[in-house]
């Protein structure tokens, strides 16, 4: 029906009401559909190509053409795009921290790409405004705060950032106006198995990676203290400013909450600002029988914590947050008169978009709070349960079939680290040969694997062990059913 009917009939064009709500119709079709595969089994979990093969199957269809394509076209688009996609939401992708395919946070996503607003004034997102606040609030309550800011910021690693860029502002206040001059040399604390956004975050913000120190971790990948103290105490004695320490709430890798509590004694001790990058394992907040892993992070200074990983909020949704009121607008304020007026006829205290240092920004709590509304707190807190739940079945099934070994016993979140060991190489001795084997098993499976289709799980080397793999459980559409499904597969691919 839309041949020879072009994007310049549809809406605002007058009398394109009509059309305009049956392109609608055709493309939500075509969404419904690609929803409904996500969550069917016999569908694969991807049509892997190659680089060069996707750009030959797609061919015209990647190109920008000079004249308009007509709506049959574009609708043929959206369906050659998605026939691409990885179904992030498939109940048998366990790829990455984030996946799943929530469906009221889904038609949250709708309703803010149909609102398209941006998030920096009241005047122009006044709802959405007052939601953030309200779920920020919250966040912050949950942790155990009674006051204090923060705001959504584009994913963990910015969020993580924003800790940064916090905390030396406190430390140097003049840094905003007078740079890094004058400054003594800051240095920066962080476990060795931490996410990278810490040294990048030393990169960008001019304290240089060299001054973002690596603390020890433990066999189960937890920060040392102890080492934590004598690295700060060693940066003093050299005449650096100790000034920012991050403990991470489940590591990308391990999984691995830092002892939050013993990491706080040492910054009071020392007068250092406390970050939690629980981006991940944050989730466990909102989970009575599974908040002790966090135990002590009401004694934090900033916290990051997205709802998109464990709490399946649909990408992106990220919050920075901070146990104190007015540093974030103080640090980032520049105050752009064109936008941030002072003489508007509301109050401006609601005009967040000063304390960010960006200055468009994306929607992205609506559909967190639609999600919340629909679960309430106690939906929220099974989700996170069962998915504590999957991680026990997974590990006793890792445990009663052969072939399998545990990079870690028990790991503390949903991440299961763990090697796949082929037939023909059970009767090994442990060493380099068999390392040197070992390390090629998971990306061969993986390889296979995405070449299949079938399930999707990660892999990596980690210190000196060899590649093995990480399960990631986060997946609201898993059951242990697919868990079962990818030790099959793994099985299966690894044998051949
Ligand atoms: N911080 C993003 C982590 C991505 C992943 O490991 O799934």
Same mark, same amino acid.
């Given at each position: 029906?839309?041949?020879?009917?072009?994007?310049?009939?549809?809406?605002?064009?007058?009398?394109?009401?009509?059309?305009?709500? @049956?392109?609608?119709?055709?493309?939500?079709?075509?969404?419904m559909?690609?929803?409904?595969?996500?969550?069917?089994?016999?569908?694969?979990?991807?049509?892997?190509?190659?680089?060069? @093969?996707?750009?030959?199957?797609?061919?015209?269809?990647?190109?920008?053409?000079?004249?308009?394509?007509?709506?049959?076209?574009?609708?043929?688009?959206?369906?050659?795009?998605?026939?691409?996609?990885?179904?992030?939401?498939?109940?048998?992708?366990? /790829?990455?921290?984030?996946?799943?395919?929530?469906?009221?946070?889904?038609?949250?996503?709708?309703?803010?790409?149909?609102? /398209?607003?941006?998030?920096?004034?009241?005047e122009?997102?006044?709802?959405?405004?007052?939601?953030?606040?309200?779920?920020?609030?919250?966040?912050?309550? &949950?942790?155990?705060?009674e006051?204090?800011?923060?705001?959504?910021?584009?994913?963990?690693?910015?969020?993580?950032?924003?800790?940064?860029?916090?905390?030396?502002?406190?430390?140097?206040?003049?840094?905003?106006?007078?740079?890094?001059?004058?400054?003594?040399?800051m240095?920066?604390?962080?476990?060795?198995?931490?996410?990278?956004?810490?040294?990048?975050?030393?990169? &960008?913000?001019?304290?240089?990676?060299?001054?973002?120190m690596?603390?020890?971790?433990?066999?189960?990948?937890?920060?040392?203290?102890?080492?934590?103290e004598?690295?700060?105490?060693?940066?003093?004695?050299?005449?650096?400013?100790?000034?920012?320490? /991050?403990?991470?709430?489940?590591?990308?890798?391990?999984?691995?909450?830092?002892?939050?509590?013993?990491?706080?004694?040492?910054?009071?001790?020392? /007068?250092?600002?406390?970050?939690?990058?629980?981006?991940?394992?944050?989730?466990?907040l909102v989970?009575?029988?599974?908040?002790?892993l966090?135990?002590?992070?009401?004694?934090?200074?900033?916290?990051?914590?997205n709802?998109?990983?464990?709490?399946?909020?649909?990408l992106?949704?990220?919050?920075?947050?901070?146990?104190?009121?007015?540093?974030?607008?103080h640090?980032?304020?520049?105050?752009?008169?064109?936008?941030?007026?002072?003489?508007?006829?509301?109050?401006?205290?609601?005009d967040?978009?000063?304390k960010?240092?960006?200055?468009?920004?994306?929607?992205?709590?609506?559909?967190?709070?639609?999600?919340?509304?629909?679960?309430?707190?106690?939906?929220?807190?099974?989700?996170?349960?069962?998915?504590?739940?999957?991680?026990?079945?997974?590990?006793?099934?890792?445990?009663?079939?052969?072939?399998?070994?545990?990079?870690?016993?028990?790991?503390?979140?949903?991440?299961?680290?763990?090697?796949?060991?082929?037939?023909?190489?059970?009767?090994?001795?442990?060493?380099?040969?068999?390392?040197?084997?070992?390390?090629?098993?998971?990306?061969?499976?993986?390889?296979?694997?995405?070449?299949?289709?079938?399930?999707?799980?990660?892999? @990596?080397?980690?210190?000196? @062990?060899?590649?093995?793999?990480?399960?990631?459980?986060?997946?609201?559409?898993?059951?242990?059913?697919?868990?079962?499904?990818?030790?099959?597969?793994?099985?299966?691919?690894?044998?051949?």
């Amino acid at each position: 029906p839309f041949e020879g009917v072009y994007g310049r009939d549809l809406l605002p064009t007058p009398q394109g009401s009509a059309r305009t709500m @049956q392109f609608f119709l055709e493309l939500t079709d075509i969404l419904m559909e690609y929803v409904r595969k996500s969550n069917d089994r016999s569908s694969k979990v991807l049509d892997f190509h190659h680089p060069h @093969q996707l750009k030959e199957e797609m061919g015209h269809c990647l190109e920008l053409p000079e004249t308009a394509r007509d709506l049959e076209q574009i609708l043929s688009d959206c369906k050659e795009t998605l026939k691409y996609c990885v179904k992030t939401g498939h109940p048998r992708f366990f /790829n990455q921290i984030s996946s799943g395919l929530d469906v009221i946070a889904l038609a949250g996503e709708w309703l803010t790409a149909t609102a /398209n607003t941006n998030m920096f004034t009241y005047e122009i997102a006044p709802v959405f405004t007052l939601m953030e606040d309200m779920v920020l609030q919250r966040m912050r309550q &949950v942790i155990g705060w009674e006051d204090g800011d923060g705001i959504f910021a584009p994913g963990g690693a910015i969020s993580n950032l924003y800790g940064v860029l916090v905390a030396r502002f406190r430390a140097n206040p003049d840094v905003k106006s007078k740079g890094l001059n004058g400054l003594p040399r800051m240095v920066m604390f962080t476990s060795e198995d931490s996410h990278f956004s810490f040294k990048s975050a030393g990169a &960008v913000l001019g304290i240089g990676t060299d001054n973002v120190m690596a603390i020890k971790t433990d066999k189960r990948g937890k920060m040392i203290p102890a080492e934590l103290e004598k690295a700060i105490v060693a940066a003093k004695i050299d005449g650096a400013v100790p000034f920012f320490v /991050n403990a991470t709430g489940g590591t990308t890798v391990y999984g691995a909450y830092d002892p939050i509590d013993e990491i706080a004694d040492v910054c009071e001790k020392h /007068n250092i600002w406390l970050h939690v990058d629980c981006a991940w394992g944050g989730g466990v907040l909102v989970s009575s029988k599974h908040k002790h892993l966090v135990k002590g992070i009401h004694r934090a200074d900033s916290v990051t914590w997205n709802p998109h990983k464990m709490l399946g909020v649909t990408l992106q949704c990220s919050a920075i947050l901070l146990k104190h009121k007015d540093l974030l607008a103080h640090c980032n304020s520049m105050c752009a008169d064109y936008l941030f007026q002072q003489d508007k006829n509301y109050d401006v205290s609601y005009d967040t978009g000063d304390k960010a240092i960006q200055c468009g920004r994306h929607n992205d709590i609506f559909k967190f709070w639609l999600m919340w509304r629909a679960k309430g707190d106690a939906g929220l807190e099974s989700h996170i349960n069962r998915l504590f739940d999957l991680k026990r079945y997974m590990l006793d099934r890792l445990a009663a079939r052969e072939g399998f070994e545990m990079v870690l016993e028990e790991p503390e979140c949903t991440n299961i680290c763990f090697w796949y060991v082929p037939r023909c190489m059970r009767k090994m001795a442990p060493g380099p040969d068999r390392d040197y084997k070992l390390n090629l098993v998971a990306p061969r499976v993986k390889g296979l694997m995405m070449e299949a289709g079938t399930t999707m799980i990660g892999y @990596q080397p980690h210190g000196n @062990q060899p590649n093995f793999f990480r399960m990631i459980i986060s997946n609201n559409a898993s059951t242990k059913s697919d868990i079962d499904f990818l030790l099959d597969e793994i099985e299966r691919l690894g044998e051949e």
